[in-house]
């Protein structure tokens, strides 16, 4: 099943192909199907026009395409990596995908995920939808190549309170007003430390109204779009001292490949409950599950295990990958 836009085209049967039915029957589908796909007729006027009841006309149109009197062409877009997005989309069902080449050997690999996720990001927009910003250091380039054709009256909200410092608070602020000035939508932010120092703080926070009412209209997002954290000393968790090379070692141990919004989970996608669970001001797994549209954009080999567990636990239902990860991920399998 393809989730690209597509374009589709109707023929007749090639001489390559038999259609093994008899002559009368094979003209009454060839003129059924030409009147239906051609001259875009309904049904009912089909009917009308031949003189059969509804019941036979439909008949016949499906008869048509099994028999071969009609074949379906689909037409991708001229992509460099079609074929390796259709079996990505196909082994991991997702809703969407995008699958870029291997950047040059003077390009980062972040900056253009960035890109791919800025134009994917574009491509989705509509008036009133709430977009949720999972913020990381790809996410946080994405304003560099983000535009858009005209203004959309969108929002764009953090799903967990704004960083763990000032400086990681104002990028967090700056990465949703900027994509929200570009769009000609509105920025919100969760007014809140991402992790607090106890349970008892958080519990305080979030009955707060405004903290609360933020966290409400991000639970509300159409689309998320976030990146995919490791169990590794290269995970923002540990080089802001949220968790320590213990903590990793434990981690690792008890089954987690990755986390979302710091939330950790297993192989399959399952969560594995940890400490910063009670002290995180944000969006759960769960939370992530009842979006419409999840997506994540990430790659290379380190991201692998994470990305392909996120999917598998229905974290993530879109994806924004390289063309080296997403055949990674194709190998491995769902």
Not at 113 to 138: C, F, K, Q
Not at 146 to 158: D, E, G, Q
Not at 209 to 215: E, G, M, N
Request: aromatic residues 6%.
């Amino acid at each position: 099943m393809f989730f690209f836009p597509v374009d589709v085209q109707m023929t007749t049967a090639t001489p390559n192909r038999v259609v093994n039915l008899p002559l009368a029957e094979h003209r009454l589908c060839a003129r059924v199907a030409s009147l239906y796909y051609e001259s875009e007729l309904t049904q009912e006027q089909i009917g009308e026009f031949l003189g059969l009841s509804r019941m036979k006309v439909n008949r016949l149109i499906r008869l048509a395409s099994t028999a071969g009197v009609v074949q379906i062409q689909i037409i991708g877009p001229d992509e460099p990596n079609a074929e390796l997005l259709h079996q990505l989309q196909l082994t991991f069902r997702l809703k969407d995908a995008r699958v870029v080449s291997a950047p040059l050997p003077q390009q980062p690999l972040r900056a253009v995920l960035a890109a791919a996720a800025s134009a994917w990001l574009a491509d989705h927009l509509a008036d009133e939808l709430v977009i949720g910003l999972g913020l990381g250091r790809t996410v946080a380039l994405l304003p560099e190549t983000f535009s858009v054709p005209r203004p959309i009256a969108c929002r764009f909200v953090t799903l967990e309170g704004v960083g763990v410092s000032p400086n990681a608070g104002f990028a967090a602020y700056d990465v949703t007003s900027r994509l929200a000035e570009v769009a000609g939508g509105t920025a919100g932010i969760i007014s809140a430390p991402t992790f607090v120092s106890t349970a008892e703080v958080r519990s305080a926070l979030v009955a707060e109204p405004s903290v609360r009412d933020s966290l409400d209209v991000a639970r509300s997002a159409g689309l998320m779009l976030q990146s995919v954290g490791t169990v590794t000393n290269d995970a923002p968790l540990f080089r802001h001292g949220t968790l320590s090379a213990g903590d990793l070692a434990q981690l690792e141990g008890a089954g987690a490949v990755g986390d979302a919004l710091g939330h950790f989970f297993d192989a399959n996608g399952d969560h594995i409950p940890w400490a910063t669970d009670d002290l995180h001001v944000g969006l759960t797994l769960d939370d992530m599950k009842q979006c419409p549209m999840s997506a994540l954009v990430a790659g290379g080999e380190d991201k692998v295990l994470a990305i392909r567990a996120a999917i598998r636990g229905g974290i993530a239902t879109a994806l924004i990958t390289d063309a080296a990860t997403a055949q990674r991920l194709v190998d491995l399998g769902a």
